[in-house]
């Protein structure tokens, strides 16, 4: 998944982005909130993490722009500002959920799992091409009843191409929704990660899942 953390700290700015990159995500971190809502308008993003006291435009100011633009992208505030009125502004704003620093990243990342979910409590569906599953609940990948492990950067990939199954994805696409803002689009990172991620979903079972489409990018067909 692709996400935004809107947060003017460094410390915790990477402190949250390094627990969400572990987790698979690519993540964008913007230090203001006129920034953050620029890269909003550009970037389809699946989730945005906001603080409320930000230099230039503050984090209600984003969340009611947001909100008046139809924007539906889940939002989970995080913030020092743990008053009930603070609180319910926020949710009364739009916000989907409301953290108060400061928090166990533990309990951060269960929050971005529910919202990132969308359903509610219910547990996130296998995805599954074939004899392929992985288990979003769980973070495994099994192939003909066989456990892969595989790296963060490997896993992301996979769940990529599990969701979208028999759509051609460019390199560009890739880069999008696996890597973040900072990619170097001119190198060859992901031609390496799907042959690392080949290597261990293909190589040795009846056929493979992964194509390469000549000048254009990868499809996984199941």
Known sequence: ??????EDEEKVARFVSRALEAEGHAVD???EGEAALEQVEWVAYDLILLDLTLPKKGGYEILHHLRKQKCAVPVLIMTA???VDDRVKGLDLGADDYLVKPFAIEELLARVRALLRRGGSGPAPLLQADDLVLDPAKREVHRAGQKIDLSVKEYALLEYFLRNPDRILSR?????????IHFDTFTNVIDVYVNYLRNKIDRGFAHPLIHTVRGVGYVLKP
């Open 1 to 6: 998944m692709r996400l935004l953390v809107v």
């Open 172 to 180: 560009a696409m890739i880069a999008e929704h696996v890597w973040d």
């Open 81 to 83: 500002r743990g008053s």
């Open 29 to 31: 971190v913007s230090i």
